[in-house]
C-alpha cells in the first residue's frame, strides 16, 4: 500500500520559512519523479516543483521561483520543500504526489493528471 505523508505545515508570518517533508512508503521511491503542488480556498490544486528521480533536475511554479527549493533524499525516501521569503498567497494546503518514471531518470513531471499517489496534505498559512 503507497503512502506519501507530508509534515511540516503551520503558522507563518510573511518572510518567514517553512520546511515541508513528504515520506513515501510502499513503493520504489528511486523510480518515482516527486512533486509538490497547493490548492488554496476555492482555487484548483497548482504546481509547485518537481523534481527528477535523480534530482538532477528540477522544476518550479513561476509565483514560487526564487523562494521555494526542492530535494529530495532516495535513501530516506522523502522529498522536502525548503519555502522561504513566505507571502499570504502562499497560504494553501500543500500535497506531496509521485509519478511512476521507471525508464527517465531525468523526466520532471508538472502536470496533475500525470501522477499517480497523493498524500493528505499538510496546511500552510502565512499571516501579513
Known amino acids: 500500500q503507497v503512502q506519501l505523508v507530508e509534515s511540516g505545515g503551520g503558522l507563518v508570518q510573511a518572510g518567514g520559512s517553512l520546511r515541508l517533508s513528504c515520506l513515501a512508503s510502499?513503493?520504489?521511491?528511486?523510480?518515482?519523479?516527486m512533486g509538490w503542488f497547493r490548492q488554496a480556498p476555492g482555487k484548483e490544486r497548482e504546481f509547485v516543483s518537481g523534481i527528477a528521480r535523480n534530482s538532477g533536475s528540477t522544476n518550479y511554479g513561476d509565483s514560487v521561483k526564487g523562494r521555494f527549493t526542492i530535494s529530495r533524499d532516495n535513501a530516506k525516501n522523502t522529498i522536502y520543500l525548503q519555502m522561504d521569503s513566505l507571502k499570504p498567497e502562499d497560504t494553501a494546503v500543500y500535497y506531496c504526489?509521485?509519478?511512476?518514471?521507471?525508464?527517465?531518470?531525468?523526466?520532471?513531471?508538472?502536470?496533475?493528471?500525470?501522477?499517480?499517489?497523493w498524500g493528505q496534505g499538510t496546511q500552510v498559512t502565512v499571516s501579513s
Open positions: 504526489a509521485a509519478d511512476w518514471s521507471p525508464t527517465s531518470p531525468i523526466r520532471v513531471v508538472t502536470t496533475i493528471d500525470e501522477y499517480n499517489y
Open positions: 510502499g513503493l520504489t521511491f528511486s523510480r518515482y519523479a
